[in-house]
């Protein structure tokens, strides 16, 4: 396969901009990594994050961002027997870990002291030819359109991960918090996939036609017309007592302030989104008689991974997507900071 020396990208300079679309050299593969040559790769509001290096994780300087990346293996290290050159795969938040400490050996490899994460720590998917560790790339089987597949890289994962977590069974109720979003529409499919009945909380009339007539949430209120949301929550589940989990895929704080009044007792709430500088809060009181469980879910493991992906394969989820060149990133960026994204995001890095 032939390999050119250098490659656009999208590279941060330094913290807070400005984006430079320019060209760079081709990394090279160590022993146990693959390259890939990146096709499309989803924008996570992460990558907004990186720029602004507005989270207590310092980012490598200069940067590449993004780690929702899909593509095709062009050159794999010497110790490297699993993965094939030719392999459709994609490269994840999780870029490498030990594979060796107690976190590692349990399955919860996010969790690794010594975990590099793609676009923010190591260079990510905002580039023609991309570096990973081999044993941390999903597995892309090639039936798979690798536009429509690359949200799933993360925000799927990690949605999925989090209805995990959050306990609920199939027939229960789950409230998603920001379900016109990237995360929020993704979470509301795996939900429904997984035998949940769905409250879509978010605003605006586009997503409520989103959430509710494209995706098929049992209810959606929208935050900023409510003159209860509590109340008004609580009244969409069946029996009134309110959801039984709450996932929090929203980017601003309040939300995080409020998911304990509603949710139903002994009910689960479980952080995911994670807006700059926030705090959880909760009464004590409440939170103790009626026993409610407050929880952070992470990014998926590999397991996690596949599972996330067979859903995908199996039809049970769609990614609304908008797919516009590399070059046009920071247009994608200003509309995520003004909120105004429905869905998800793709970048060609063809163009």
């Avoid at 300079?13 to 760079?24: D, F, R, S």
């Avoid at 920071?330 to 970048?347: E, F, H, T, W």
């Amino acid at each position: 396969m032939s390999i050119p020396e250098k490659q656009w990208a999208m590279v941060i300079e330094k913290t807070g901009g400005p984006l430079q679309y320019k060209q760079i050299a081709v990394p090279k593969p160590g022993p146990d990594e693959v390259l890939v040559n990146i096709k499309y790769s989803g924008v996570c509001h992460t990558d907004l994050h990186a720029v602004k290096g507005d989270w207590p994780l310092p980012t490598k300087l200069p940067l590449v961002g993004g780690h929702e990346g899909a593509g095709i293996v062009v050159s794999r290290g010497q110790l490297v027997e699993d993965v094939q050159v030719g392999e459709h795969v994609g490269v994840k938040w999780i870029n490498g870990t030990c594979l060796a400490c107690e976190f590692c050996q349990q399955s919860d490899e996010p969790l690794c002291g010594k975990a590099t994460m793609s676009g923010y720590t190591v260079d990510g998917t905002f580039q023609q030819y991309c570096l990973a560790k081999a044993a941390h790339v999903a597995r892309i089987h090639k039936d798979i359109p690798l536009d429509a597949v690359s949200p799933v890289l993360c925000a799927g994962i990690t949605v999925y991960k989090g209805l995990k977590e959050s306990g609920a069974k199939p027939g229960q109720t789950v409230a998603i918090v920001g379900a016109g979003g990237g995360l929020g529409s993704l979470a509301v499919q795996y939900a429904t996939a997984m035998g949940l009945r769905v409250i879509g909380i978010d605003s605006g009339a586009e997503k409520k036609e989103l959430v509710t007539k494209k995706f098929k949430a049992s209810a959606f209120v929208d935050y900023a017309t409510s003159k209860d949301l509590v109340k008004e929550v609580q009244a969409a589940t069946e029996d009134g007592l309110g959801p039984h989990a709450v996932l929090l895929v929203a980017v601003s704080e309040g939300p995080f302030q409020q998911a304990s009044e509603y949710v139903r007792s002994r009910g689960t709430v479980v952080a995911i989104g994670l807006p700059a500088n926030a705090y959880l809060k909760a009464p004590v009181f409440q939170t103790v008689i009626r026993m409610i469980n407050i929880r952070g879910s992470y990014v998926g493991n590999r397991r996690d991974t596949a599972e996330a992906l067979d859903f995908y394969r199996r039809g049970l989820i769609e990614c609304p997507i908008k797919v516009v060149g590399l070059s046009e990133l920071q247009s994608v960026y200003d509309l995520m900071a003004q909120n105004k994204i429905v869905g998800r995001y793709v970048v060609d890095t063809s163009k």
